[in-house]
């Protein structure tokens, strides 16, 4: 009798068992990324994308990502280690977006990481950066302990240790002051502070991504139906809206934050014993790749910090894994990240195509026109060269625009200048369910900055140095 053939039990097996990892990542089934928990819609996604832009609104944070609680005598060390920012003058009290690269200067990922307390740090975002830090934990020897929070995808009714709420919009500063029963303390941009909501002191994380000052309220799980019910009961007076989970994932058009990209693990001697390490479950081994850019090299749908315009916060200010390879990339021409901005005749022209006899082209859906874990549509010159690629694309109802946000060589990023971007995958699409039968179609598109709203850039123009 033969011993039946086990499955794959890591990444790394994954990878020795199918013939191209490419076509494989292509062809998984997982689609559009979920949002659990969170209703798809309160009210409608395009009054409740016009609320941060004109009066305020509630995103609840509290369910899709995952946390890892890192502490420890060790904890600074290694994440200082791993990350690409300077860790200088980094305290309890204080945040800050944390990009994690290969040894060969390849993005990982990135997430928000909060210094909590002395030895204490919570990192929140998708879980490739979580994954490496917990890798590198144990492979290092460090002296930490590491508290895994997952995102709540699979069992949408479990509950988390912390729930998390943001207010932005016009309006938040005043929503903020009623809810703490005066003016709140003074809390610099990405600090960490307490406020009182209904009777109850929760932390505050003080960001904006709308033009004005707004941030996140976060506090122990249980409290959170009280203090959202208190956030609802005085925003009505605010025009408050409750995002829904198809406006909530839109914001990134806006604020120009790239949440997608393919983590740059998948290749190299160097990172074998880590592949080998991740489970067959994994975060990366699962998700899936979209979009009409197709290549048989993973290597081609890796980054740099440069693409995903991280530029400013990569720091040679101390030893890093990747450090040796930016320090090389430096010296190289880079892309740039761009918003795209489609040509309304092209977006008709693919919507008039469902309506028509014949293959159609693939369906946008709105407001986010998202199908994979991780979408690389092309982006190209007038004489068909690829140039870059888009990643993330939907409809905004406060720029009444379909936008792109894209890396793009340096010679087509400047604001007016003039692309292609094919939608829809090659040869008819490809096997996952979010992709049905369709054919491939071009947009117009005029390259505009990142962010694309003005009140965006002109707040982060006023407070990234804080």
């Not at 309506?355 to 004489?383: C, F, H, N």
């Amino acid at each position: 009798m033969h011993a039946s053939n086990p499955g794959p039990r890591s990444l790394q097996d994954v990878i020795d068992r199918v013939p191209n990892l490419v076509d494989y990542l292509y062809n998984n089934p997982t689609g559009a990324r979920v949002y659990p928990v969170v209703l798809p819609e309160y009210t409608n996604w395009r009054d409740e994308q016009r609320a941060w832009r004109e009066s305020v609104c509630l995103f609840d944070l509290s369910y899709h990502m995952s946390d890892l609680y890192v502490s420890g005598p060790d904890a600074f060390r290694l994440l200082e280690s791993l990350a690409i920012n300077s860790f200088r003058g980094f305290e309890p009290g204080r945040a800050k977006q944390m990009i994690t690269t290969s040894p060969d200067g390849y993005v990982i990922g990135d997430v928000i990481l909060f210094y909590l307390a002395p030895e204490r740090f919570q990192l929140v975002g998708r879980p490739s950066t979580h994954n490496w830090v917990e890798y590198q934990a144990q492979a290092g020897g460090y002296r930490v302990t590491l508290e895994r929070d997952e995102w709540s995808v699979s069992d949408p009714n479990r509950s988390r240790r912390v729930f998390r709420y943001q207010l932005q919009g016009p309006n938040a500063p005043a929503l903020l002051e009623k809810l703490n029963g005066g003016p709140l303390p003074p809390i610099k941009f990405f600090h960490i502070g307490q406020i009182t909501v209904a009777g109850q002191p929760v932390n505050f994380l003080s960001h904006g991504m709308v033009g004005v000052e707004g941030g996140e309220i976060f506090g122990p799980y249980e409290l959170g139906p009280r203090i959202k019910e208190a956030i609802l009961q005085a925003g009505q007076e605010f025009g408050l809206r409750h995002v829904g989970a198809r406006a909530y994932a839109s914001n990134g058009l806006e604020s120009g934050w790239i949440p997608s990209e393919l983590p740059a693990i998948y290749t190299g001697s160097a990172l074998q014993a880590y592949r080998e390490w991740l489970p067959a479950n994994a975060y990366e081994a699962v998700g899936s790749l979209g979009g009409s850019f197709r290549s048989t090299r993973i290597e081609d749908y890796y980054l740099t910090p440069w693409d995903l315009g991280y530029g400013h916060i990569l720091k040679l200010d101390h030893d890093f894994v990747g450090r040796a390879a930016l320090e090389e990339k430096a010296r190289q021409p880079h892309r740039r990240k761009v918003t795209l901005v489609w040509h309304p005749d092209d977006v008709k022209q693919v919507m008039s195509s469902w309506l028509s006899p014949g293959q159609a082209g693939k369906y946008i859906e709105l407001p986010v026109s998202q199908y994979a874990t991780w979408m690389y549509d092309r982006v190209e010159a007038k004489d068909g060269s690829l140039v870059g690629y888009a990643m993330w694309t939907g409809y905004t109802q406060n720029e009444r625009a379909m936008l792109s946000l894209a890396v793009v060589e340096e010679a087509y990023a400047e604001p007016g200048s003039e692309v292609t971007l094919v939608w829809g995958e090659p040869d008819g699409g490809s096997r996952k369910p979010s992709v049905e039968p369709h054919k491939q179609m071009t947009i117009r598109c005029t390259v505009g900055p990142a962010p694309y709203a003005e009140p965006t850039r002109r707040y982060r123009g006023t407070m990234h140095k804080a």
